[in-house]
């Protein structure tokens, strides 16, 4: 004991334990006073401010890649396809030249047709030109002859007529006299009238004549040369080559341009689709709102990161019905210089209907339903400050409000609310509604009938 009470503890020591014990206690005033703050933040719930903003409005509709057209090439006539230029995934222009169809069955069609134009243009030019000179002084010279020949048998035929008289002849040699001049005569207007229509040439029906025959070989000539242009395949429109049916030696035989059925492809020669588009399904309760040349976004899951941009086109005048669900197709162009989207890509698109002008807005999951009616939780005396979440030991109360369009997670207010109120994201122990809805404007549709939903 004597020895205990010689030992002695040094200041130093006793000074820092008592602030430790003094470090402790402020340490546990500290945990208290915080838990009680976290305790009462979250009995009170998390609120959020009432917004006076401009809200872009816009309808959201799942859809497709396709193409403008699309259409399945075969030839006019059936025939083994000579040679093919092109492969799947060209990009052709309108006019240019696929493949070539076996032409040789038509070479001498073309041959015959064309000697058959020839005749007939050198009959008509015949006919136009007239009698040669020689023939008409040919002509002339044989109604001299007859003339001369008519002076003969008049000069006899008088010889004889005296000698009849005098009883030198008989009766039978005069009468061949008189036959002879007769004979003269009718050869003298014969040879005549062979000269008049050498001088005066063909007639206009056989000229006439001549030229339908021209036109008839002409046309026979056009018949064939049109069949050896169809041996020549050409791209009806720009676009690209999306598929090979055939290749050269096969026989092909004309289909159905538009056919996808195999009966049909089996025989064509390629398919052809020209720039795309997308095809959008818009929900009934939202179609309205859809305007053409408004301006869509457009996401395709192949490339998150990229957004492609476009107008709408053309609005289906009639709608389509899947499992009870009515919608309508929108077909929207979209711009893509890269030729990034392939058909059949799936798509997300954003039509942008508009934008409503300084609205008051609340996070839709702040609307609540109870007794029948939407609106809002507020704290019981909220005064809408800044300051109002220093307050204690008052409980919500539930304000009803009139909403309008929601679009995206914001939902417009049209009363109950004014800007800078404040509202409860989340609920007290206890006081959790029976139901939290967003509230619609009638025909908006929340979800996404028919493909489509507004944001």
């Known amino acids: 004991m004597k020895d205990l009470r010689k030992l002695r503890v040094p200041k130093w020591l006793i000074t820092l334990l008592i602030l430790s014990l003094l470090a402790g206690a402020g340490y546990a005033v500290y945990t208290q006073v915080t838990a009680?703050?976290?305790?009462?933040?979250?009995?009170?719930?998390?609120?959020v401010a009432v917004e006076q903003v401009n809200l872009p409005v816009t309808i959201s509709a799942n859809g497709t890649v396709q193409p403008e057209r699309s259409v399945n090439i075969s030839p006019k006539t059936s025939g083994r396809l000579k040679e093919l230029l092109v492969k799947e995934g060209d990009r052709v222009e309108q006019g240019q030249i696929l493949a070539?169809?076996?032409?040789?069955?038509?070479?001498?069609?073309?041959?015959?047709?064309?000697?058959?134009?020839?005749?007939?243009?050198?009959?008509?030019q015949r006919l136009l030109a007239g009698n040669r000179t020689q023939d008409v002084a040919q002509a002339q010279a044989r109604v001299r002859d007859s003339e001369a020949s008519l002076r003969r048998t008049e000069q006899v035929l008088r010889q004889n007529q005296?000698?009849?008289?005098?009883?030198?002849?008989?009766?039978?040699?005069?009468?061949?006299?008189?036959?002879?001049?007769?004979?003269a005569i009718a050869q003298l207007a014969q040879n005549k009238q062979a000269l008049s229509l050498q001088q005066a040439g063909f007639r206009p029906e056989e000229i006439a004549e001549a030229r339908a025959q021209v036109t008839t070989a002409e046309g026979s000539l056009q018949t064939v040369q049109?069949?050896?242009?169809?041996?020549?395949?050409?791209?009806p429109f720009s676009g690209v080559i999306t598929k090979k049916f055939a290749d050269p030696g096969a026989f092909v035989a004309p289909t159905t341009s538009g056919s996808a059925v195999s009966s049909a492809t089996s025989s064509s020669i390629l398919s052809l689709a020209s720039n795309n588009q997308i095809m959008a399904n818009v929900a009934e309760s939202n179609i309205?709102?859809?305007?053409?040349?408004?301006?869509?976004e457009i996401k395709v899951d192949a490339y998150p990161d990229k957004t492609f941009v476009g107008r709408a086109i053309q609005l289906a005048t009639q709608s389509t019905t899947v499992q009870n669900v009515t919608s309508f197709e929108v077909k929207s162009s979209v711009a893509d210089p890269t030729?990034?989207?392939?058909?059949?890509?799936?798509?997300?698109?954003?039509?942008?209907?508009?934008?409503l002008k300084d609205v008051l807005v609340i996070p839709t999951v702040a609307i609540v339903r109870q007794?029948?009616?939407?609106?809002?939780?507020?704290?019981?005396?909220?005064?809408?400050?800044s300051q109002g979440d220093r307050s204690t030991n008052r409980?919500?109360?539930?304000?009803?409000?009139?909403?309008?369009?929601?679009?995206?997670?914001?939902t417009v207010v049209l009363s109950g609310l004014k800007a800078g109120d404040r509202v409860m994201l989340s609920f007290p122990p206890g006081e959790r509604p029976q139901s939290r809805t967003p509230s619609m404007l009638p025909g908006m549709g929340g979800s996404g009938g028919g493909g489509s939903r507004q944001r």
Request: hydrophobic content about 35%.
């Open 36 to 47: 009680a703050n976290l305790k009462e933040g979250k009995r009170r719930g998390k609120t």
């Open 100 to 124: 070539y169809m076996d032409d040789s069955n038509f070479q001498g069609q073309l041959t015959q047709a064309r000697g058959q134009v020839a005749s007939a243009q050198a009959t008509l």
């Open 162 to 183: 005296q000698l009849f008289n005098t009883g030198a002849i008989s009766q039978r040699e005069l009468n061949n006299s008189l036959a002879d001049r007769d004979s």
């Open 226 to 235: 049109t069949q050896i242009a169809d041996t020549v395949i050409r791209a």
């Open 288 to 296: 309205a709102q859809i305007k053409l040349g408004q301006p869509v």
């Open 339 to 355: 030729k990034l989207l392939r058909v059949g890509m799936s798509v997300d698109v954003e039509f942008k209907v508009g934008t």
């Open 371 to 385: 007794e029948g009616a939407s609106g809002v939780l507020v704290m019981a005396g909220e005064k809408g400050d």
């Open 395 to 410: 409980r919500s109360e539930f304000r009803p409000i009139t909403t309008g369009v929601s679009v995206s997670d914001k």
